[in-house]
């Protein structure tokens, strides 16, 4: 399973991106798909994650975060608004091995098994 993470860019404050996430070799489906982020000098963190009817958001980010699933094109979104400089990250999205039916985890990065390369993200001020 191989997982192409794009859409990242330098943006300004207040601004917008969205991510795409694309497979190879798995479904999406099927399975979950999670975003994470991480930035310079510190932990990556969840941002969110999606399964079957179930969207996660991490509790800071979801007035701003939308994940969607396209099944059609076998792609993950994430769509930010109202980006902060301290958005600025690498942000991953990664699926697990197994099928968890409505079930993602939104933080914990040690769920998810493939990952995708990263796409850098810059807010300026």
């Known amino acids: 399973v191989q997982l192409q993470a794009s859409g990242g860019g330098l943006v300004q404050t207040g601004g917008s991106l969205r991510l795409s996430c694309t497979p190879s070799g798995v479904t999406f489906e099927n399975y979950a798909v999670g975003w994470f982020r991480q930035a310079p000098g510190k932990e990556r963190e969840g941002v969110s994650c999606?399964?079957?009817?179930?969207?996660y958001y991490a509790d800071s980010l979801k007035d701003r975060f939308t994940i969607s699933k396209d099944n059609a094109k076998n792609t993950v979104y994430l769509q930010m608004n109202t980006l902060k400089p301290e958005d600025t990250a690498v942000y991953y999205c990664?699926?697990?091995?197994?099928?968890?039916?409505?079930?993602?985890?939104?933080?914990?990065?040690?769920?998810?098994?493939?990952w995708g390369q990263g796409t850098q993200v810059t807010v300026s001020s």
């Open positions: 999606i399964s079957g009817r179930t969207k």
């Open positions: 990664a699926v697990p091995k197994a099928r968890s039916g409505n079930y993602c985890s939104p933080r914990t990065p040690t769920w998810y098994d493939y």
